[in-house]
């Protein structure tokens, strides 16, 4: 298997493509790590599970969710998002950068 690198890491902004929701990154995997019954359930377009994929925090709500990257864009409004666990797992926001600071160090 192809090793690819992410484009998007943890605590920066991004866009959903195909249902226009900002989020922000809180971990990636290198590929699908999920299971085949959540992927069969939840994942309707049958993305590459061979990408990365992504756990996100979604802005003005309380969900969480799991995207691969060939859905997702850098989102450049560097405006923060609402989330209520935001302060669990970031520190600060960097508002000339529009990202997070993480509470976990990067590996």
Do not use: C, I
């Amino acid at each position: 298997m192809q090793m690819m690198t992410a484009r998007f890491h943890p605590g920066q902004l991004v866009y959903h493509r195909l249902f226009g929701y900002r989020g922000v990154v809180v971990d990636v995997d290198p590929s699908f790590s999920g299971t085949d019954a959540w992927y069969e359930l939840m994942a309707g377009s049958r993305p590459d599970r061979n990408q990365p994929w992504y756990q996100l925090l979604v802005d003005g709500s309380e969900l969480a969710t799991y995207v691969p990257e060939e859905h997702l864009l850098g989102d450049v409004s560097k405006q923060p998002v609402h989330h209520p666990l935001l302060a669990n797992l970031f520190s600060a926001f960097r508002p000339d950068q529009g990202t997070y600071v993480s509470r976990q160090p990067r590996n």
